[in-house]
């Protein structure tokens, strides 16, 4: 692992920090990308900007909520990781949703145009975790478990590597994600689907991850992942969730 990539006096670069930022720029070019195909005006990348602040705010906030108690709190608010995937999807998608209602731009379009890149990032972002030692799972005795002497805690017994199980489902779910955009799935669909499997894969992960348990065996990440497969389920289902999207030569809106 490579928790600090280097130091420019007392301010400390990350690998956590650098994958976040490479996620970042690789997600708003995937997004730009596929704002083109489904012939959507580029300005809706400004929703994207905001949301991107939105995010990190909302990841960080949901973050030392959840630590409350373990550490000071602006010990917890500079930690060099500690970001809630949860945290930054509501603030994320919900300052996006708020700025694209204010430029009258088809918000579930923009939203389907956006999954690729939302998969892809949170996929670098993990990587991310990864390299710094965060957010892992339980001790293991498999052969790819991995200990992290400088983790966030730092451990020596093996553990499961989550972050890189979720960032394998990812590559898929983002690949995926492209493929039925391609085919000319219905936006509905195509947002269903990312946030029915999304939930479903953090639900699995979360079983083997470190996280305290709040109802029964379930964690807070556990109840977040069933609301959110909920979500997914609920717009497949939708009148209008079996059409066709305007991704192809039609300029219809959905």
């Given amino acids: 692992m490579f928790p600090v990539l280097f130091r420019i006096g007392a301010f400390e670069v990350t690998s956590f920090g650098v994958m976040v930022a490479?996620?970042?720029?690789?997600?708003?070019?995937?997004?730009?990308?596929?704002?083109?195909?489904?012939?959507?005006?580029?300005?809706?990348?400004?929703?994207?900007?905001?949301?991107?602040?939105?995010?990190?705010?909302?990841?960080?906030?949901?973050?030392?909520?959840?630590?409350?108690?373990?550490?000071?709190?602006?010990?917890?608010?500079?930690?060099?990781?500690?970001?809630?995937?949860?945290?930054?999807?509501?603030?994320?998608?919900?300052?996006?949703?708020?700025?694209?209602?204010?430029?009258?731009?088809?918000?579930?379009?923009?939203l389907a145009a956006a999954t690729p890149a939302l998969a892809f990032g949170h996929l670098l972002g993990r990587i991310g975790c990864f390299l710094v030692g965060d957010d892992y799972g339980r001790p293991t005795d498999l052969p790819w478990g991995v200990a992290f002497p400088e983790g966030l805690p730092p451990t020596t017994v093996p553990v499961h590597p989550t972050q890189l199980y979720e960032a394998a489902f990812l590559g898929w779910l983002g690949w995926m994600l492209l493929r039925w955009r391609g085919r000319g799935v219905a936006d509905r669909v195509v947002l269903g689907r990312y946030l029915l499997l999304a939930g479903i894969a953090r639900f699995l992960i979360e079983f083997v991850r470190v996280n305290e348990a709040v109802v029964g065996p379930f964690s807070v990440a556990h109840l977040a992942s069933l609301a959110l497969a909920a979500a997914g389920l609920i717009l497949i289902g939708s009148p209008g969730g079996r059409g066709r999207t305007g991704t192809g030569n039609s300029r219809r809106t959905t």
């Fill in 22 to 110: 490479v996620g970042a720029l690789a997600g708003l070019w995937l997004l730009r990308r596929e704002l083109a195909r489904s012939r959507l005006p580029d300005h809706a990348i400004d929703a994207a900007l905001w949301g991107l602040i939105g995010g990190l705010a909302g990841a960080k906030a949901l973050w030392v909520f959840e630590h409350a108690g373990e550490a000071p709190f602006t010990d917890l608010l500079f930690a060099r990781a500690g970001l809630s995937w949860f945290g930054g999807l509501a603030g994320g998608v919900g300052i996006g949703i708020a700025v694209l209602a204010a430029k009258r731009v088809p918000v579930l379009r923009v």
